[in-house]
């Protein structure tokens, strides 16, 4: 937060020069121009790029592995309990669901991102997460009524996962999945 108000200051000093400037005040302007130069040390560039000793396509492979792993147990439980027609079909599916959401992200936690891509990473865990409480919620239903928002809450939690995933695999090189 502090290197943000270092950075809003130095902004607004380079802007407030204005045309009223005179010769005094523009060799007063002279000394601050090392500030800038200081910053630097204040906002270390390593935080900025990715680290040298990161192979994005070794992480991008990774990545596809974990999302290969939660799409095959994802497919798995569809085959077995889908379409849920009973309350039961609906707890195996979902609970199933919040169980392999859980180990992909703690598997995503595992892998180490450069901090460039941190927020995306954040994004991806962020929506599986609310993804996952929807998953619990329905897994724990009491009837099939109830079940009926807590679906359609799923689907857009689904999207809002692919999105940010999109975005993920955008920093790695990848492709985007379609959304639908």
């Known amino acids: 937060m502090a290197v943000g108000v270092v950075l809003a200051i130095v902004v607004a000093g380079c802007s407030t020069g204005g045309g009223a400037t005179t ?3 523009a060799s007063h302007a002279l000394p ?3 500030a800038p130069s200081a ?3 204040l906002t270390p560039s390593p935080t900025l790029t990715p680290s040298p000793t990161v192979d994005v396509p070794a992480l991008a492979q990774q990545y596809l592995a974990l999302v290969t792993k939660l799409n095959n147990e994802s497919d798995a439980l569809w085959k077995k309990y889908g379409p849920p027609t009973t309350l039961s ?3 195996a599916l979902y609970g199933g669901y919040a169980a392999s959401l859980q180990t992909f992200m703690t598997d995503l936690r595992q892998l180490e991102f450069p901090d460039s891509m941190q927020p995306d990473v954040h994004a991806v865990l962020e929506t599986t997460a609310a993804l996952q409480v929807i998953a619990l919620e329905l897994s724990k239903a009491k009837t099939l009524a109830d079940t009926t928002q807590l679906f359609d809450d799923f689907d857009r ?3 809002a996962g692919s999105s940010a995933s999109n975005l993920l695999r955008g920093d790695l090189g990848l492709p985007p999945v379609p959304i639908s």
């Open 157 to 159: 939690a689904g999207t």
């Open 39 to 41: 910053s630097p040390t």
């Open 23 to 25: 010769a005094t005040n």
């Open 32 to 34: 601050a121009s090392p």
């Open 89 to 91: 079909q609906v707890h």
